[in-house]
């Protein structure tokens, strides 16, 4: 398994501003991923972040609002932009682990937009 | 496309009594099915997985599941409930290229 941390663990913002988050892993790994996860809702994928590579992003989520950097193979960022009070969730990042698409999952940013 | 459906929103169960919660999957091939459990302001747990080996698969903490491909079903069950299952469980399935698609979450509460 992987020990996945993130940063910060929870954020009250401004609406109009701009969160980044941070995600590290204790291992390298090839493929990153970036979850929302809404007030009493599932979690939705935002993007994949393979090093070296631009983000792929799922249907209804853009690069301008939720750009994606991954300078490594254990190191993610996920910026909220122009944030507003519905983007006010949980993001997790996650990371594939073994031969079986297993994910693990780093403790999630709780944000509050205001 | 993959989806997968939990049936059920909310389930109550009696402390030492079984749990069983139920998941549908579609899948245009075999699937990797997961159940992953997320406890109150903490992370996801991943309980247990299916990848096309036995389809009865165990997990941590006395849960298991049962891959009926003829049923296109996931069901999570464990014989006797704890206060500290008390947790959202979510079924998930594999996508292809790594991406998760995740149920709705099934609310487990577990009465004294």
């Known amino acids: 398994s992987a020990v996945i941390s993130q940063k910060p663990s929870r954020d009250i913002c401004q609406r109009g501003t701009s969160l980044t988050i941070q995600c590290q892993v204790d291992?390298?790994?090839?493929?990153m991923f970036w979850y929302r996860q809404q007030p009493g809702q599932s979690l939705t994928l935002i993007a994949t972040?393979?090093?070296?590579?631009?983000?792929?992003?799922e249907s209804g989520f853009v690069i301008d609002k939720f750009p994606i950097s991954r300078p490594n193979l254990t190191f993610s960022t996920l910026t909220v932009s122009n944030m507003s009070p519905e983007d006010s969730s949980i993001y997790l990042c996650?990371?594939?682990?073994?031969?079986?698409?297993?994910?693990?999952f780093g403790p999630g940013t709780r944000l509050t937009v205001t | 496309a993959q989806s997968v459906t939990q049936l059920d929103s909310h389930v109550s169960v009696s402390e030492g009594t079984p749990v069983l919660l139920r998941c549908n999957y579609s899948s245009s091939y075999s699937p990797s099915l997961f159940w992953y459990v997320q406890h109150p302001n903490k992370g996801l747990q991943l309980l247990l997985k299916y990848t096309s080996a036995a389809t009865l698969v165990k997990g941590i903490n006395g849960f298991e599941a049962e891959f009926k491909k003829s049923e296109t079903s996931f069901h999570l069950t464990k014989p006797s409930a704890h206060m500290s299952d008390a947790a959202e469980y979510f079924c998930v399935v594999s996508g292809g290229t790594g991406k998760l698609i995740f149920g709705q979450g099934t609310t487990l509460q577990v009465k004294p």
């Open positions: 291992s390298q790994v090839t493929m």
């Open positions: 972040a393979n090093q070296g590579s631009e983000a792929t992003y």
């Open positions: 996650s990371v594939e682990a073994g031969d079986s698409y297993e994910q693990y």
